[in-house]
């Protein structure tokens, strides 16, 4: 669809072993601190009601939503897309008002397939624009997704603010873990499953990332690959976004260390991406939590912030010749 290229891995086996070894007992450790921070004192009872579900939460979503940017990465063939800059977390947020609107006691995994469909069908709309733009620049993708999203979250906002919902519609659009319990996560072990499809089908969609032509020629149904590639990134971003709300750029920033860490093979890519996807939004959640203790800043607010400077890198260290 565009054209970036492949990028070689350019650290040696050892060493990538070595960190992922690192980057297991990194993990093991945020999720040890996120578990020892709070205002009530520490018991078997906050813990297992409370604490280990928002750790669970933190790390469940954060794997899920960085392995969709790098799915989303290889199918468009574009380092700077991820949900969030295509629309597809604008438009599950649309599908969330439109069910709230229609059937209001509607029971949560019939909101969940709402904000799927809804998803799904945003995607697809970022892809039919992207294939009827006369020139596909790098740049230009992301920007007319941010355009779409912009248009779609305005919609939504519209049909939240005639209707009483924008409070509602707000804690959908910004991630935010301090209401999870027992019982309000569970949802996101749905996403946990899609990742495990991810990297079972992992080199199908590695050769999908080729293009469509290069795919046709070995013998693989480039169609049926994008889209199984894009029905897991829409109900990852649905299941999210109902659970815990948005949590922007994650898939951006995530996918682009990775790659150069390791290069653009999905399956060498996803462990690692799930690994630093789940301890960035811990370490933006442990951040939320301790900068105005005893109050809290939303994760969507941290990595906002965070993904947005790392988008203007990524921007400004771009070469001019690059297409």
Known sequence: MTTTAPVAPTTPPALRAVGMVGGVVGLVVLAAISLSIGVADLSWEIVSSS?????????????????CGLLLQLLVRNRFVEPSTVGTTEAAGLGLVVVTLLAPGAPLLAKMGTAALFALVGTWLFLAVVRMMPVQETILVPLVGLMLGGVIAAATTFLAFHNDLLQTLNSWMTGDFSGILRGRYELLWVAAVLVAIAF?????????????????????????????????????????????????FLGLVVPNVVSALVGDNARRGLPWVAILGSGLVLVCDIVGRLVRHPYEIPVGTVMGVLGAAFFLYLLLRRSPDAS
Not at 204 to 231: C, I, Y
């Open 51 to 67: 604490r280990l579900p928002r750790t669970l939460a933190l790390v469940l979503s954060g794997a899920a939503l960085a392995v």
């Open 200 to 248: 079972f089908a992992a080199d199908r969609f590695t050769v999908a990332g080729m293009g469509e032509t290069f795919s046709t020629n070995v013998g693989l149904d480039h169609r049926k690959v994008m889209a199984v590639g894009l029905g897991i990134i829409s109900v990852v971003s649905a299941v999210v976004v109902v659970t815990v709300g948005m949590i922007p």
